[in-house]
């Protein structure tokens, strides 16, 4: 057998293969399954920023007291179930399994809902996924006020907890090298590249917006897998985990390849259920095998960009041969 044991944000994983965000991890029940499945650590569902402010001056109230039993309190009060219901989450998710549960915040400002970071630590979090999903849509806001603001959060998180801290982000930024250095700087244990983010429609008929959830293809993993490869061995000791597009066993090891420590899927759960993981794991087992590879770390950032001295020149001549090999199909495609 090949050995798959992986490491992500210093927490020890039987396989690199690791379940994302979504309402499958937001139950008992899917989380049972997920491990069953052979899933390497869990992220639970966000909690928003919006819903945690309304609950900041509560969480204060418990905090001061020292709760000792999260869901004792949960228990006895009647605040917002959102939050607490939360904390019970977590609490029950540790006490039912036995890989890691990461927590996920997501906000995009500092402010006293953080302090709620503290709570999701002691409900048993090993670790806290932050995502920060702002879209800039003021004219008047810079680039680097936004980074601003990202830096900012993520030091008010590093301070409130002591567990590993994961920064999930989007790959829309000037220069994601420098600000994913920034972010490690300002206390992120690891990256996820990146955040997929929904983008709403219109409706033809009668012009109005319309939510659209699209589920990701492994079409979009090419996205996170070149950023993973160039900023494999940039970060220092942050991890790095792939988000987006990762749907077979080829594309997680597409992804370790380029250097992730961690697979993370959520699309292709939902579509073919949890127990696709015994099937993509199978599949990376052969494919390792089929090499003689002895581990997934044999594997790891084998193909990262780290050999190349100038990656953004090597991308800009990877991009000018691609076009200037395929003529044909980029006349097929403009027609
Ligand atoms: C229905 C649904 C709910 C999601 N909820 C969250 C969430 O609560 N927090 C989060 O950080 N990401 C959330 N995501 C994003 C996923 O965790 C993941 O990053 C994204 O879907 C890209 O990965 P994929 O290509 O494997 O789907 C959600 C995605 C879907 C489809």
Redesign the pocket.
């Known amino acids: 057998m090949v050995e798959l044991r992986s490491r992500y944000l210093g927490l020890e994983l039987r396989t690199p293969l690791v379940a994302?965000?979504?309402?499958l991890t937001g139950s008992l029940d899917g989380l049972r399954r997920l491990e069953a499945a052979g899933a390497g650590a869990v992220?639970l569902?966000?909690l928003f920023e919006e819903q945690l402010t309304l609950e900041a001056r509560e969480v204060g109230r418990l905090l001061e007291a020292g709760a000792e039993s999260l869901s004792a309190a949960v228990a006895l009060d009647d605040y917002n179930a959102g939050p607490y219901g939360y904390l019970a989450l977590v609490e029950k998710a540790k006490a039912t399994l036995q890989i890691p549960v990461i927590a996920?915040l997501?906000g995009v400002t500092r402010g006293a809902w953080v302090e709620h970071a503290t709570l999701l630590e002691k409900a048993g979090a090993d670790a806290l996924?932050l995502?920060i999903?702002f879209v800039s849509s003021s004219p008047g806001l810079g680039g680097s006020d936004v980074e601003l603001r990202y830096l900012d959060l993520v030091r008010a998180v590093r301070q409130a907890i002591g567990v590993p801290l994961a920064v999930?982000l989007s790959p829309y930024f000037s220069s994601v090298a420098n600000l994913a250095r920034q972010l490690v700087e300002a206390g992120a244990n690891g990256l996820?590249l990146?955040?997929?983010f929904y983008q709403p429609d219109l409706d033809l008929d009668t012009l109005e917006v319309t939510p659209r959830?699209v589920?990701?293809s492994s079409e979009?993993l090419r996205l996170p897998l070149r950023w993973i490869a160039i900023l494999h061995g940039h970060m220092g000791r942050a991890s790095l985990a792939a988000?987006?597009?990762?749907?077979t066993a080829e594309d997680a090891v597409k992804v370790l390849a380029a250097g992730a420590d961690v697979a993370?899927?959520?699309?292709?759960?939902?579509r073919h259920g949890p127990e696709h993981l015994t099937v993509v794991e199978a599949g990376l087992q052969d494919w390792l095998e089929g090499r003689g590879m002895p581990s997934v770390d044999f594997l790891r950032g084998l193909r990262s960009q780290r050999s190349v001295p100038d990656p953004a020149a090597w991308e800009r001549a990877n991009y000018i041969t691609m076009l200037a090999t395929h003529p044909d199909q980029i006349r097929t495609e403009a027609r």
Not at 20 to 23: G, L, R
């Open positions: 994302s965000a979504s309402p992220v569902p966000s996920s997501n996924e995502n999903y999930k996820v990146f955040n997929r959830l589920l990701s979009e988000s987006t597009g990762v749907h993370m899927m959520t699309s292709a759960l939902l």
